[in-house]
């Protein structure tokens, strides 16, 4: 599934990290009652871990994409065999929540920026289905989460206790920001200050362990990434960051997972 800010190819790193955090925190005698992903997005991480044997709770704000991930879950998402501009910007105006919508708005959108181009217009000679593409995505990942429970909820209306919890905030860039939209119309803001409070909060009373490329001096490193990461697709701006994806956990829980 193309998403902006996703997982999809980290996932598969960043999972076993967590498997390991996981099981040393239960040989620790700390016995962790929940999984959470309060950003579960794309599910690019999440996909990855539902073997584990405690409950699995996602989460996000974006209330087209919960209602997709239900419908896929529950085998209920009716999946388009093509999807025309003209339908695509049809899709725009449909009132939220909406799983139709979600799959319009990512899956057909250049970049996975939701509703931010219509992505087969800039293929030029390419061949690429991405009605063909997205289905597929969402049909590899049904099985995997038929025992996930999804809600759509601000990160801050949670109220976690003895849970396990990945987060996958909107990274703080300064270069070159990316931007996220619930709707069609304009973008979101992250308060990262905050967002790095309620972390410390939730720290007292779970194992939280965050994806981001920089963290407060009180959050530990305890895994990084080399990645190279493409600041612009566009043919006449080819700027290219070399980033480090970084796994961190605050400083009080060093010794729960060592």
Known sequence: MKYLGGKQRLGKKIAPVLHDILERCESNGYMLETYIEPFCGSLGVLRNMTDIHIPIRASDYHPDLISMWI???????KYPTSISEKQYLAAKSLPSPNSYKSFVGFGMSF??????AYSQKYLGDKKEDFCKEMTNSLKRT???IRNVSFDTMEYTRLNPSNAFIYCDPPYRENKY???YRRDTKKYDKFDNDAFWDVMRDWSQNNVVVISELSAPDDFTEIWFHD????????KNTKKITNQMERLFIHESLLH???
């Open 71 to 77: 419908d896929v879950r529950d085998g209920t998402f």
């Open 111 to 116: 970049g996975g920026r939701f509703f931010g």
């Open 142 to 144: 049904a099985p995997l």
């Open 177 to 179: 920001p990316i931007k």
């Open 227 to 234: 990645q190279t990461r493409s600041a612009s697709r566009s």
């Open 256 to 258: 729960i997972i060592m």
